[in-house]
């Protein structure tokens, strides 16, 4: 089996909604992605899948989430924006995105800051 890690960032505002104590208030975070594939089959390039297909892809994904208010997106209209639930909705959109290729989505990881990170997989 092979794993791929493609990493990128993206801005963006939530809050969480009755959350008792500071981040019930809005505010921003510097989010960092980490996005892992994995498949056992290599094309005849020796590759699972072209790093600049997942990169595009993903960056389509952070596009909708980048400089917006996280809570206004519909996925989140009856989940929290919590970490964990950007990580799922981030999990979700690769895939929609990456169907048909050789590798599936294993993994996505949410970096809220430096310290704290949450990961969804399946
Ligand atoms: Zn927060």
């Not at 989010?31 to 892809?57: H, Q, S, W």
């Not at 996280?70 to 995105?97: G, H, Q, W």
Request: glycine share 6%.
């Amino acid at each position: 089996m092979f794993t791929l890690c493609v990493k990128d960032s993206f801005a963006a505002a939530h809050r969480l909604v009755g959350y008792k104590g500071k981040c019930e208030e809005l505010h921003g975070h510097n989010f960092a992605v980490e996005v892992y594939l994995t498949g056992d089959r290599l094309g005849d390039d020796g590759m699972l899948v072209d790093f600049k297909t997942i990169k595009t892809n993903l960056q389509k994904v952070l596009d909708v989430l980048d400089h917006k208010y996280i809570n206004d997106i519909p996925f989140f209209a009856e989940r929290a924006s919590s970490a964990e639930c950007v990580a799922m909705y981030i999990f979700t959109e690769m895939e929609k995105l990456m169907g048909g290729e050789r590798v599936s989505v294993s993994r996505v990881t949410v970096w809220e800051s430096e310290k704290a990170c949450a990961s969804y997989e399946r």
